[in-house]
C-alpha cells in the first residue's frame, strides 16, 4: 500500500473522527458516572452537555477534511486549536493541582498526541496543495 501525504491525513482525520464520535457519543450518557467518579458533581450540566455537543460537531469537520486533505488544509490548523484548546488548559490545571490524574487528564494528553498529527498533516499535505495549485 502507497501511502502519501494525502493518504496520512485521510486516515489521521478519519481516525481522529471515529475516536472522537465514539468517546463523545459514551459521555453524552455519562453525567452520572462522571458525578460519582469525579467529585464535586457536575453543577452546571449546561457546561458538560455543551461541551460534548460542540466537540461532537468538531467530529464533522474533521470527516471534512478526511475526505479531501488538500482542499480543507487550511481547517487543520483550526482543528489543531481545537485539541489545544482542551490540551493546553488541562496541562496548567495539572500542573497547579487542580486536576487529577485521571479520565480528563488522560483525555487531554490525547487531545494533545492528536494536536501533533494534525500539525503533521498539515505539513505534509503543504506539497500536495502547492502540486494541485500548480496545475
Not at 459521555?27 to 464535586?40: H, I, R, S, V, W
Amino acid at each position: 500500500m502507497n501511502l502519501n501525504s494525502k493518504s496520512i491525513a485521510r486516515i489521521l482525520f478519519a481516525l481522529a473522527a471515529l475516536y472522537g464520535i465514539l468517546v463523545l457519543l459514551l459521555g453524552l450518557f455519562g453525567e452520572a458516572q462522571f458525578n460519582t467518579a469525579m467529585p464535586p458533581a457536575i453543577t452546571h450540566p449546561e457546561f458538560y452537555y455543551g461541551f460534548h455537543g460542540v466537540a461532537l460537531v468538531f467530529q464533522i469537520i474533521f470527516i471534512l477534511i478526511a475526505i479531501d486533505p488538500v482542499r480543507y488544509r487550511p481547517l487543520m490548523l483550526v482543528a489543531v486549536l481545537e485539541k489545544l484548546a482542551f490540551f493546553v488548559p488541562a496541562l496548567w490545571l495539572f500542573s497547579s493541582g487542580r486536576l487529577a490524574e485521571g479520565g480528563p487528564f488522560f483525555g487531554a494528553m490525547i487531545d494533545g498526541v492528536w494536536a501533533v498529527l494534525f500539525l503533521l498533516a498539515w505539513m505534509l499535505t503543504r506539497s500536495e496543495r502547492e502540486r494541485d495549485a500548480g496545475q
